[in-house]
């Protein structure tokens, strides 16, 4: 299980690549997060809707109410073209993050 | 079936937010939880194990209600900053500026001052003070 504060820097990475695909409400962005990275990254409300709507301040990402075919209303979230600006530089730094690691914990077991 | 708006409603009620804007979030975050009750329903979970699991999403309200509003008003006091301060201030300033410039070319010049020879240096043109002051009066 990735510890909490890893969790807080990578929560946008995840928000940010899992809208790049559509639009999506809270509700169906956290059970795919979930789904995809089998259950490491998990949003609670709690840690969920803060961030989202940190990031529609700051342009990258833009909510919307929408009713769903069984009559629910919802409010979706899409990538801006400031989130998906954003998208590419923050993959980037935590993919060099990340292989940085690697290569640390290579050199430490050796 | 529970009325997740009202729970959320009761204890995020006040939200520091405009009411069209607290509606929304009420609104947003109740869909959301019967959404997580459904969902773990449709799993088989009993009914009561659903909602317990539901209602640990929020393990401290105010706090959430805390960070909801700072997530959601920080920008918007910037935007009303901009509005009340920054747009005047430029505009105050980019107008003397130009001003400034009209009186340094159409105006008197009598910002002179030269060498005595007795006393240091001395102001030549008492005119001077008299634009100076009148200029910062229109400011």
Known sequence: ?110 | MRDWEALVEEHLGGLALEPAERADVIAELAAHLAETCEGLRKQGMTEEKAVQRTLSQVEDWQELRRRIQIARRKENIMTNRVKQFWFPSLLTLLLSMGLLMLIERLGPKPWVIAPDHKMGWSLIAPAAESTFLGYFCFL
């Open chain 1, 1 to 110: 299980m990735i510890r909490a504060g890893i969790k807080r820097g990578t929560a946008e990475l995840a928000i940010l690549s899992v809208l790049e695909s559509g639009a999506l409400h809270g509700y169906e962005m956290a059970r795919r997060i979930e789904e995809q990275t089998k259950g490491s990254l998990r949003f609670t409300l709690a840690a969920l809707y803060p961030m989202l709507y940190r990031m529609e301040q700051r342009g990258w990402i833009r909510g919307a109410w929408e009713v769903s075919p069984s009559g629910r209303r919802r409010r979706c979230y899409r990538l801006t073209a400031a989130g998906k600006k954003k998208l590419s530089p923050l993959r980037k730094e935590w993919s060099e993050l990340f292989s940085a690691l690697r290569r640390l914990t290579k050199v430490s077991h050796a």
